[in-house]
């Protein structure tokens, strides 16, 4: 039933979301011409100005007050549910920090010492720091629930990944599986088995690291997985696990299995990564368990030829029937994994690492307000996630509420939960349980995505943006897909940071083989050995697609912007360094100068901190660094030339190009030995300033030199590894021929110089 405004607004007081001197506020604020009349433009008033997160004014619509604000977090999302509890997307009031909460429901607190063994398991929690395990930060009690905070990571688990992408490559199925068994070492060494190993319970983060959820699980019986429907997880007398990857001891007895039930779940994991199906099959749970116990050990060199014989023992040893035939700790199996790679491998970024965080603008209405489901349910369902086979949950007890937090005390049976989210759900209370992966999180009104959509082969959308093209048809393509999408050609962020819209299209990538060898004769011995080493990279040249629109920063990050998210500026050329470099800018004002002296780190650690900044999160922006692909798109906006501009979509001679390129760079020969502020020179034809000098630009992607002969046509993200990270487009102290658009170069993601800074993109969700 409708309300009107003035219930609205009584209500949302009575959450605590707003005080009443806030809302009136925010009311004076609004010009008399466009304050809303009815309580649903009201609501999406609030939501345009971030007041609101679209769940919460659902829930404030609904009466659903209770629990939006408990303890010290305001919750901002509802995620989904599992048999022991509800997890919950929340801020923290004091940090700003966006965490996973997930809430203990009553059926889980009624079955006997499970809020004594909650807290054990949170005690356990908190002593595990390791990069490969995700991280509890809080635990605490809100009138009569228990609830534990936990990192809030975006990425994609690998059963999804698998399901996705079919196999993987060995090389990257095996850099996981010895991440995993990282996480694992350690928590072994602190007296912690996992007991439910297999890769929906392994999170491969934007940055290329796996994260282990759900550590502890099997520790507490009774526990539903999350997104996709219930997985079939062992809740009877003493077996608890997955059936897929359950080691033969642990289906007799859980209790007595040590850590070697976890050497052989990730074997069988190991499995799954390479062949996209279990070790083991069987047309009932039973046949499956027996098949553990009983039939011979799968080969991967028969299920996958070219396998190397060195992997496939390693991985038979590991799934040995027997605990003592097996490794006998996970160091061991670390060791073997290491020595299959040919060197010891950390952290590994990857094009499947990519998680589809989407974006996008509110929608015109709000009707989802007055749709007869609880908070949470703002999309449709999409279809479920893949499940691992595991027993069926015997007599769970659910009841149902009229508020959020009685909600989390019962399990919704009305809930229709998020699709494009998973959460840490494969249980109840465990170690690090219930930890979000945002995966194309449907926000702002737009249908879920994925980065790989082809928008253009929907039938009314506009055609692709086809290089060569000039200026002039640039901002054509731009405009056709902003009309098409219903977005602007430009946006500003909370922070002031403009970016703009580029259209999906297609380009040669690379430079020619003519082209490198002209350059290399080109440029003085300073710079011989540079060109030597990096211009055959360019090469092969290849047609490359770009399938998704997506929005990229019209400047380079400046120092002001950089302080104002991460609250340093480690820019050499700032008033406020030190020494020489401080006397060259003195007297300026160096807040719009590009931050540099940052880190591929860093540079990350800045678009995760914006996209969590509160305004970008209820807005649904996410940003991240571009990747080599869409930087080189962006650059030449359609230019066949060596740089980003161009007459009529031809190709400049080079010795006009290089007199051109002082009109929209700095470099060697205009810079004056210094960066300057962003925008200074002309903008290509998308709009973009400092696409060549200034300072080089940090990429998403690892750097291999060969990689561009094996380098797929649409959307390529880089190799799947790669110790160092690459930067693109030059910089003050370089001759015109390193600020080309194909130009590249690469460092370690941990180098910082004065040389490099970079700038971001934000995925534009399908529309």
Known sequence: MAITIEQFVERLTQSGLMSAADVSAFQDSLPPD????????????????????????????????????FGQYTVLDQIGEGGMGVVLKAQHRRMKRTVAIKVLSSAGMKQPGAVERFHREVEAAAKLEHPNIVAAYDADEHQGVHYLAMQYVEGKDLATIVKDRGPLPIREAVEYTLQAARGLHYAHGEGIVHRDIKPGNLLLDNKGTVKILDMGLARIAGAEAAMGGPERLTTTGQVMGTCDYMAPEQAMDSHLVDARADIYALGCTLYRLLTGNPPYRGESLMQILMAHQQAPIPSLCAARPETPAELDAVFQKMVAKKPEDRQPTMAEVIAELEAILGASSGRSATSAAKAEPSSGALAQTLAFLQEDAPPG??????????????????????????????KAQGTVARLRRKPLLLAGLAGGLVLLLGTVLTIGLHRGGQ???TENSVLSTQSDAPPLAIAPFDEKKAKEHQAAWAKHLGVPVEIANSIGMKLALIPPGEFQMGSSPQLIEEEL???????????????????PQHRVRITRPFYFGVYLVTQEEFERVIGANP????????????????????KRFPVENVSWDDAVEFCQKLSNLPQEQSAGHTYRLPTEAQWEYACPAGSTGRYGFSSGGKAIPKEDDEKT???????????????HAVGGKRPNGWGLF???????EWCRDPYDKAYYAQLPMDDPGGPPRGLDRVFRGGGWHEPAGACRSASRSNHGPGYC??????RVSQVLAEE
């Open 690 to 696: 400092d696409m060549h000098g200034n300072v080089w």
């Open 447 to 449: 249908r879920p995505s």
């Open 661 to 675: 390129l002082s009109d929209y760079g700095w470099f060697v020969n205009n810079a004056g030995g210094m960066t």
């Open 34 to 69: 466009k304050r809303p009349k009815d309580v649903q433009q009201f609501a999406q008033a609030l939501v345009q100005q971030r007041k609101l997160t679209k769940y919460q004014a659902q829930a404030v619509y609904q009466g659903q007050t209770k629990g939006l604000v």
């Open 521 to 539: 004769k080109a440029h003085g011995h300073d710079y011989d050995q540079w060109f030597k080493v990096h211009l055959p990279s360019e090469g």
């Open 377 to 406: 349910t703002l999309t449709k369902q999409k279809k479920p996630i893949v499940a691992e086979r595991t027993l069926p949950h015997i007599g769970q007890e659910r009841d149902t509420g009229s508020n959020i937090l009685n």
């Open 753 to 758: 110089g004065y040389l490099v800074g970079f």
């Open 571 to 590: 820019s050499s050329f700032s008033v406020t360094s030190k020494g020489k470099v401080k006397d060259k800018v003195a007297g300026q004002d160096t």
